[in-house]
């Protein structure tokens, strides 16, 4: 009885949104977000709080510049010939595309668009790299995207792709490059990986919606979870930068330690995820590095020297460790059984314990203290194997 009273009120709120038009209502099949809630009151109650509520406040006067710019990502259901939107801001149907079919055939979920697609983010989360406007015609947001289109499909779009090997570009009129540097990301590719992440399990690309939560969070960002906890769903570097989890290794904590995955991976918000290294010669004088973009201390030089004394360092020490490695190696390959049981065991968590700082990939970036600790214990436990082999 419940559910028939919601469809019924949701119905009602229909016939009346078609009845409005103009700059209030649109005969295309939009209704309005406040229909919507009749039926989705938890999404609509936390809807309501987000930043995507509130799209038109955070925008310029509703002017011809803005229209033609900005107004496509600050409203929904634009008409940009006829200056008109049905709602302010990002409501329900900026993504889940027009509701009417949906409501007018008792909630008939195939009447409506609701995915992980990453593209409807992107037809707002996007700028064109090299400063121009989005369309060839000069319009400034994607015009003639419909929820449950692919981005490429759009007439006229002009958002070329980056090269995830090239330096990714600064933000565009403090627009960040989110669906551009995601998409050159490997989060967007799909290698027939499975993956869960508080407690939701997901395969192929790691879409918005897989990190983000699209209606609200109480996380930063609208994050689906704290920002550590998230990276640690699928990434081992996070227990490389508590300085936890080798065997016969105390937690060592690093001046890193504290610091959250995307304070360095994400520097100008970047879905690419790569770090603007202080040292790299591709990065302009006059755009920040990741390292200064913390550091109080603005001296690119400084932090440059810093991490290559760093790399230089975790290398320095590795490569004894690794050399007797592989004479331990070559031995065992002809004389399997030159150890006991007990040498044996020393060897595997010793392998282990590497293996952690090799997959870790920072070369002692994230936690070089930690990284000198098992290698310093690599390097006493091997020396007993070493001795046994003899």
Not at 103 to 115: A, Q, R
Not at 157 to 184: G, S
Not at 185 to 201: D, L, M, Q, V
Request: with cysteine.
């Amino acid at each position: 009885m419940l559910k028939a009273l919601l469809i019924l009120t949701c119905l009602i709120g229909t016939a009346a949104a078609g009845a409005e038009g103009g700059a209030n209502g649109d005969a295309s099949g939009y209704i309005g977000t406040e229909k919507c809630s009749a039926c989705h009151s938890d999404q609509y109650i936390a809807w309501k709080s987000s930043r995507h509520a509130k799209g038109l406040e955070m925008s310029s006067e509703s002017n011809k510049d803005w229209i033609k710019n900005c107004a496509g990502c600050h409203t929904t259901g634009m008409d940009g010939p006829a200056s008109a939107w049905n709602e302010n801001g990002v409501g329900c149907e900026a993504c889940h595309g027009p509701g009417q079919d949906h409501m007018t055939n008792g909630g008939d979920k195939s009447k409506i668009v609701s995915g992980v697609s990453a593209d409807v983010c992107g037809r707002c989360h996007s700028r064109n790299p090299s400063g121009e406007t989005l369309m060839s015609d000069g319009t400034g947001w994607v015009v003639g995207y419909r929820p449950g289109m692919r981005l490429s499909d759009v007439p006229g779009l002009q958002m070329p792709p980056l090269d995830p090997a090239v330096l990714p570009p600064p933000p565009v009129d403090n627009h960040p490059l989110i669906y551009n540097t995601w998409k050159a990301s490997g989060h967007s590719k799909n290698p027939g990986r499975a993956f869960t992440i508080e407690g939701k399990e997901w395969s192929g690309p790691i879409t918005c919606v897989a990190c983000h939560k699209p209606h609200q969070s109480d996380n930063p960002h609208q994050l689906v979870a704290s920002p550590d906890n998230l990276c640690g769903s699928c990434h081992s570097q996070l227990a490389v930068l508590k300085g936890k989890g080798a065997k016969g290794v105390e937690q060592t904590r690093s001046l890193h330690t504290a610091i959250s995955c995307f304070e360095c991976h994400m520097t100008e918000k970047n879905h690419l995820m790569r770090v603007l290294r202080p040292d790299d010669p591709e990065l302009p004088e006059s755009r920040i590095d990741t390292c200064n973009a913390c550091h109080e201390v603005k001296d690119r030089k400084k932090r440059a020297e810093q991490i290559l004394d760093w790399v230089a360092w975790y290398k320095e020490t590795l490569e004894p460790v690794e050399a007797d490695m592989r004479i331990i190696d070559e031995a065992l390959k002809n004389n399997p059984d030159l150890l006991n049981a007990e040498l044996k065991q020393r060897l595997e968590d010793t392998k282990a314990n590497l293996s952690i700082i090799e997959q870790d990939g920072s070369e002692g970036v994230h936690n070089l203290d930690y990284a000198l600790e098992i290698m310093s214990l690599a390097k006493r436990e091997l020396a007993k194997v070493k001795e046994a082999i003899k």
